[in-house]
């Protein structure tokens, strides 16, 4: 790092950024503790891996661009990353729970696949 002082207009916008983000991982988390099933609470962590987190890497290009004098993307890469395959997690999550619950015998939707044994019409 080099001794020089950043801007205070990129030092504010990377405090914002950073404060936004962490505010939404917080509210994100209290959600986690706070709705009772876990078919509700799957959704805290989408918002806190995206939202929260778009905005922490905005910050992190914005300081690094700043540092290193010259266009630093190598946090949209983990965005980027993060953005995919948080959705792809989920999915899996939410389909064996809804597995599960079925086994279980507790009340969720029905399945709307064609191989659940309903008599094709």
């Keep these: 790092m080099t001794p020089e002082a ?4 990129a030092e504010i916008t990377i405090a914002a950024l950073v404060l936004v983000g962490a505010g939404i991982a917080l509210v994100g988390s209290l959600g986690l503790l706070r709705l009772p099933t876990y078919f509700e609470r799957v959704h805290a962590p989408a918002i806190i891996a995206t939202l929260g987190m778009w905005c922490i890497m905005h910050a992190s290009i914005v300081y690094f661009s700043l ?3 010259r266009l630093a993307l190598h946090p949209l890469l983990i965005a980027l990353f993060v953005a995919v395959t948080v959705p792809i997690t989920n999915i899996f999550l939410m ?3 809804l597995f599960r619950a079925r086994r279980a015998g507790q009340a969720v939707p029905p399945s709307v696949s ?6 094709d019409s």
Aim: glycine share 12%; net charge positive.
């Design 6 to 9: 950043m801007p205070l207009w």
């Design 67 to 69: 540092l290193g004098h």
């Design 95 to 97: 389909r064996a729970a």
């Design 114 to 119: 064609r191989h659940s044994g309903m008599p």
